[in-house]
């Protein structure tokens, strides 16, 4: 039996998560960290387990759990904050490239249920693998009924 919770329990969880949240602790500055960047919306600090030297995490002040959750006026400044922070990445360390990367939800690596994007500097023979092998093989008509179902569901977002 599915049991639905009133909004004030869901309120209540909420908060309780964010209390625990390691990044909101941050954010409070209960728990030091390397700030890079900072302002009313959110903050940029060196992750303290680096996949290349320089790797930053990026997120908003406020919890969101996940980056659908996240409102679009604070995603456009987090892009541009982002977009800042790869120059100074490039100027900083002169690597190669930069990675930017948002692990939506535990399936697709997320491991705190606080939204962030992972801004980390790239040089060569650093490691780091993102190739995405393709596990699906589709021909023509496969991708037209796929394009088509999702466009049919864009209508509705």
């Given at each position: ?39 009313d ?12 030297k ?77 190739d ?26």
């Amino acid at each position: 039996m599915e049991q639905t919770l009133s909004e004030q329990e869901i309120q209540k969880r909420i908060e309780l998560m964010k209390q625990n949240c390691i990044f909101c602790k941050i954010i409070k500055k209960e728990i030091s960290s390397h700030i890079i960047f900072e302002d009313d919306l959110c903050m940029a600090i060196l992750d303290i387990n680096p996949a290349t030297k320089g790797h930053m995490l990026l997120f908003p002040k406020e919890h969101y759990m996940m980056f659908p959750m996240v409102p679009d006026e604070i995603l456009s400044h987090i892009s541009i904050i982002s977009k800042h922070l790869c120059d100074l990445l490039m100027a900083s360390f002169n690597p190669i490239d930069v990675t930017i990367f948002i692990a939506n939800g535990k399936a697709a690596g997320q491991l705190t249920q606080h939204f962030m994007m992972h801004i980390i500097p790239r040089y060569e023979n650093d490691g780091i693998n993102f190739d995405i092998d393709s596990k699906e093989h589709l021909n023509i008509a496969e991708l037209e009924d796929l394009a088509k179902k999702m466009k049919e569901k864009l209508s509705n977002v």
